[in-house]
């Protein structure tokens, strides 16, 4: 996997309120609480999916998420709608990287038909199975998106010629 791609083991819920409870267990909450300027007590009840009262706003999820340069909020909301989230990486034109990533996704491509012909193998996917292939194919999705990435960098313009 490349130094741009995510684990899909990363996508921890498909819930955006249990992410957000992840999210203040996996950082410093009371961090967090201080700099979006209110009670690491108020957050930690925001944070709690189960909490009533106290709600967690789309504008405080998107100040956690950018204070702790953490995405599972999002991850997980994308993944609730059916969408997977892909950073784009930084575009690079050495040809050499781009090799490596022809090669990253073609591994990526291979482990995951292994893990659905094994899936298969008993003529029987069980959801377990099937969170499994999920996870490898949000792996190969991200490996495409780095290797478009890169193939981007290596555009360039032909100069016109001039016809007399």
């Known amino acids: 996997m490349s130094k741009h791609t995510k684990k899909a083991a990363q996508i921890l819920h498909s819930c955006p309120m249990e992410a957000a409870y992840q999210l203040g267990k996996a950082n410093n909450a009371s961090e ?56 784009v990486p930084d575009v690079v034109g050495c040809d050499e990287e781009l090799s490596d990533q022809v090669m990253r996704l073609s591994e990526e491509m291979g482990e995951t038909m292994g893990y659905i012909r094994q899936a298969r193998s008993d003529g029987v996917i069980t959801p377990a199975e099937f969170e499994g292939i999920q996870s490898k194919i949000i792996s190969m999705i991200r490996e495409a998106v780095a290797l478009k990435s890169l193939v981007k960098g290596q555009v360039r313009d032909l100069p016109v010629s001039r016809k007399a």
Not at 49 to 63: D, S
Not at 75 to 87: N, Q, T
């Open 32 to 87: 967090l609480a201080r700099k979006l300027g209110i009670s690491p007590v108020v957050l930690a009840n925001k944070l709690n999916p189960h909490q009533e009262f106290h709600r967690l706003t789309l504008g405080e999820a998107v100040a956690i998420t950018e204070l702790s340069n953490d995405d599972r909020i999002l991850e997980s909301w994308a993944h609730s709608r059916g969408c997977v989230l892909v950073h």
